[in-house]
Nanobody
Framework: VQLQASGGGLVQAGGSLRLSCAASGRTSSSTFMGWFRQAPGKEREFVAAVSWSTGTTYYKDSMKGTFTISRDNAKNTVDLQLNNLQPEDTAIYYC????????????????WGQGTLVTVSS
């Protein structure tokens, strides 16, 4: 699977961005697509994941209600809607894929996009 993330940028606190991840390659019923983020000096952090086949979604608890993950099987894309962004959301956001079912541990994801930078100003 090859992944290409896009949609990052500079936004003021309280603003929104929509990230998109274009996927190419094979998928299966156990394929999950995830979004992670990594702020400077911090470890990579799980944000959300979605089942490619069923659309079932999973979120880090602190991000429920403000971030929304969705997938479009026809377009082979997985989007992450970021609402009410705050300066602490500043990070590089990565999309990733795994054939091993749901996971929130980045070590279980085998394929990664290049990342897209989100910067939130106060």
């Amino acid at each position: 699977v090859q992944l290409q993330a896009s949609g990052g940028g500079l936004v003021q606190a309280g603003g929104s961005l929509r990230l998109s991840c274009a996927a190419s390659g094979r998928t299966s019923s156990s394929t999950f697509m995830g979004w992670f983020r990594q702020a400077p000096g911090k470890e990579r952090e799980f944000v959300a994941a979605v089942s490619w086949s069923t659309g079932t979604t999973y979120y880090k608890d602190s991000m429920k209600g403000t971030f929304t993950i969705s997938r479009d099987n026809a377009k082979n894309t997985v989007d992450l809607q970021l609402n009410n962004l705050q300066p602490e959301d500043t990070a590089i956001y990565y999309c990733a894929a795994t054939y091993r079912g749901y996971a929130n541990d980045p070590k279980r994801y085998d394929y990664w996009g290049q990342g897209t930078l989100v910067t939130v100003s106060s």
